[in-house]
């Protein structure tokens, strides 16, 4: 077993692990390119050959373009396996490239916003969209201005919002036209009217912390935490920066000093992090008998296995159930989560079904040649060599199954943390605590004229990225 942490990638992204600059003998055949492409594409060639999950699905040397960019030559290398299909027939890849971030002293938990996230729903017959917020984080222009999840964001400065537009994500201080959407009667359509205007100020630097919400609920007899986490990473700056993993230590310390005996966690919108920070959650969530049991098992494109343990001396609940919500933004670390501990006590999923990404990557730098490249590198499984979840974790397994981007015309989209919030509010339904109407939450369907089309979560998919 291995007791050292592991920095590797594990999201819908990629996260870190180590750096490696790939190195290996050329073809025979193959005469060594002397371009600035050519020697980045080499380079890329050289490391995929080597660390590649799927390295023998390479295409031979013979019939590559050296000469294309390298993010072109990178693309013809990934094989049909890496990633999803998407429903537009399109294929996400999981391996990514990118040029070499210039600063290294960047927070990589930050971004220039406005500070909250949004869904997207298409009107039917109508070329333009309405948003309805997802959440706002705290400190930032969008939660000085007000808004608050559940909002619906019909018009910008007067505007209707078109797909392409990225005015809801950064730019100028915007004006937007809140509204109010009601269904007909019959339920298969809508009604809307403005319902006011805020003015968010211009976007800036806004640090995106992987700790939401975090409550403890005394209901019913019973003590019960709750955490809305929404990414693995270790500090702001890089994971040398341990700044987030003390303050979730923190966070876990003092619910565990409240003697809390029910533990909620709120991956809704986490997709995935860093290897290590995901090893220190599991750690303690575990029940603490299990501690020196194995947690998850990668194992490389060699078919090499390597452990990863849990970490004995944290701050542990002592917990025998674990409930965990869920989203169709779910990925990577959260399910490895979900997965790992499956082996040790009883999990319940609450809410829809999440990507499958049973995977990890690790990073490849050349600093001389100014790219990063983050391969796909190894199958994640737990102690029990299980690793079935490359749709998402199947329905069975949820206690209750609902996606609130197909109901949040429903009421119940409350705050996260609220206790008559949708999906908290089935959960604690479950764990016996509270009474829920649960039909009338399952059967307010979307109606067929407005529909889910796009999130800004979506462009997530490359967050917090990690490097030395």
Same mark, same amino acid.
């Given at each position: 077993?291995?007791?050292?942490?592991?920095?590797?990638?594990?999201?819908?992204?990629?996260?870190?692990?180590?750096?490696?600059?790939?190195?290996?003998?050329?073809?025979?055949?193959?005469?060594?390119?002397?371009?600035?492409?050519?020697?980045?594409?080499?380079?890329?060639?050289?490391?995929?050959?080597?660390?590649?999950?799927?390295?023998?699905?390479?295409?031979?040397?013979?019939?590559?373009?050296?000469?294309?960019?390298?993010?072109?030559?990178?693309?013809?290398?990934?094989?049909?396996?890496?990633?999803?299909?998407?429903?537009?027939?399109?294929?996400?890849?999981?391996?990514?490239?990118?040029?070499?971030?210039?600063?290294?002293?960047?927070?990589?938990?930050?971004?220039?916003?406005?500070?909250?996230?949004?869904?997207?729903?298409?009107?039917?017959?109508?070329?333009?969209?309405?948003?309805?917020?997802?959440?706002?984080?705290?400190?930032?222009?969008?939660?000085?201005?007000?808004?608050?999840?559940?909002?619906?964001?019909?018009?910008?400065?007067?505007?209707?919002?078109?797909?392409?537009?990225?005015?809801?994500?950064?730019?100028?201080?915007?004006?937007?036209?809140?509204?109010?959407?009601?269904?007909?009667?019959?339920?298969?359509?809508?009604?809307?009217?403005?319902?006011?205007?805020?003015?968010?100020? +211009? &976007?800036?630097?806004?640090? /995106?912390?992987?700790?939401?919400?975090?409550? =403890?609920?005394? !209901? %019913?007899?019973? $003590? *019960? @935490?709750?955490?809305?986490?929404?990414?693995?990473?270790?500090?702001?700056?890089?994971?040398?920066?341990?700044?987030?993993?003390?303050?979730?230590?923190?966070?876990?310390?003092?619910?565990?000093?409240?003697?809390?005996?029910?533990?909620?966690?709120?991956?809704?919108?986490?997709?995935?992090?860093?290897?290590?920070?995901?090893?220190?959650?599991?750690?303690?969530?575990?029940?603490?008998?299990?501690?020196?049991?194995?947690?998850?098992?990668?194992?490389?494109?060699?078919?090499?296995?390597?452990?990863?343990?849990?970490?004995?001396?944290?701050?542990?609940?002592?917990?025998?159930?674990?409930?965990?919500?869920?989203?169709?933004?779910?990925?990577? +670390? &959260?399910?490895?989560?979900? /997965?790992?501990?499956?082996?040790?006590?009883? =999990?319940?999923? !609450? %809410?829809?079904? $999440? *990507? @499958?990404?049973?995977?990890?990557?690790?990073?490849?730098?050349?600093?001389?040649?100014?790219?990063?490249?983050?391969?796909?590198?190894?199958?994640?499984?737990?102690?029990?060599?299980?690793?079935?979840?490359?749709?998402?974790?199947?329905?069975?397994?949820?206690?209750?199954?609902?996606?609130?981007?197909?109901?949040?015309?429903?009421?119940?989209?409350?705050?996260?943390?609220?206790?008559?919030?949708?999906?908290?509010?089935?959960?604690?339904?479950?764990?016996?605590?509270?009474?829920?109407?649960?039909?009338?939450?399952?059967?307010?369907?979307?109606?067929?004229?407005?529909?889910?089309?796009?999130?800004?979560?979506?462009?997530?998919?490359?967050?917090?990225?990690?490097?030395?």
């Amino acid at each position: 077993m291995m007791n050292k942490r592991c920095y590797l990638s594990l999201f819908l992204g990629c996260l870190i692990g180590f750096i490696a600059i790939g190195c290996q003998k050329e073809e025979d055949n193959f005469e060594t390119p002397t371009s600035d492409n050519g020697k980045v594409n080499q380079w890329i060639d050289n490391a995929m050959r080597e660390d590649y999950l799927w390295n023998d699905d390479l295409p031979g040397k013979s019939s590559l373009d050296f000469e294309a960019s390298p993010e072109t030559f990178f693309t013809s290398l990934l094989s049909s396996k890496d990633g999803k299909k998407l429903s537009d027939g399109s294929h996400h890849y999981f391996s990514t490239i990118e040029k070499t971030p210039t600063s290294k002293a960047r927070a990589v938990s930050e971004e220039n916003s406005y500070g909250f996230e949004y869904i997207l729903y298409s009107i039917k017959d109508q070329n333009y969209y309405y948003a309805r917020v997802l959440y706002v984080l705290p400190g930032s222009p969008a939660a000085e201005s007000g808004l608050k999840r559940g909002d619906w964001i019909i018009e910008i400065n007067g505007q209707k919002i078109h797909a392409s537009s990225t005015s809801l994500q950064y730019g100028g201080s915007i004006r937007c036209t809140l509204g109010t959407l009601r269904l007909t009667e019959e339920g298969k359509s809508y009604a809307i009217a403005k319902s006011g205007e805020i003015t968010i100020g +211009a &976007s800036r630097s806004i640090a /995106n912390h992987p700790i939401l919400k975090d409550s =403890v609920y005394h !209901i %019913g007899g019973k $003590t *019960i @935490g709750y955490l809305c986490y929404n990414h693995f990473t270790s500090g702001p700056t890089g994971f040398d920066d341990h700044t987030y993993e003390n303050e979730l230590k923190d966070v876990i310390g003092k619910m565990k000093s409240q003697h809390v005996t029910e533990f909620i966690i709120d991956l809704r919108y986490n997709g995935g992090g860093n290897l290590a920070t995901l090893q220190l959650l599991g750690s303690m969530l575990v029940p603490p008998q299990n501690l020196n049991d194995i947690f998850l098992i990668k194992e490389n494109n060699k078919g090499e296995k390597t452990d990863v343990d849990f970490i004995r001396e944290v701050p542990n609940l002592n917990l025998t159930n674990l409930y965990a919500i869920t989203g169709r933004y779910t990925a990577s +670390a &959260s399910e490895a989560l979900i /997965n790992g501990l499956f082996p040790y006590m009883d =999990v319940t999923l !609450i %809410g829809s079904t $999440t *990507i @499958g990404k049973n995977v990890g990557s690790t990073l490849h730098r050349n600093e001389k040649l100014g790219w990063d490249i983050w391969p796909i590198t190894m199958k994640l499984y737990n102690s029990q060599m299980e690793s079935d979840y490359e749709d998402g974790f199947k329905i069975e397994k949820y206690r209750y199954f609902a996606d609130e981007m197909s109901l949040s015309i429903n009421d119940n989209f409350k705050e996260l943390g609220d206790t008559k919030e949708m999906l908290l509010s089935h959960t604690l339904n479950i764990i016996g605590v509270q009474s829920t109407s649960q039909s009338k939450v399952r059967n307010a369907g979307t109606p067929e004229d407005i529909q889910p089309f796009y999130s800004s979560q979506e462009r997530k998919t490359e967050f917090g990225k990690l490097y030395k």
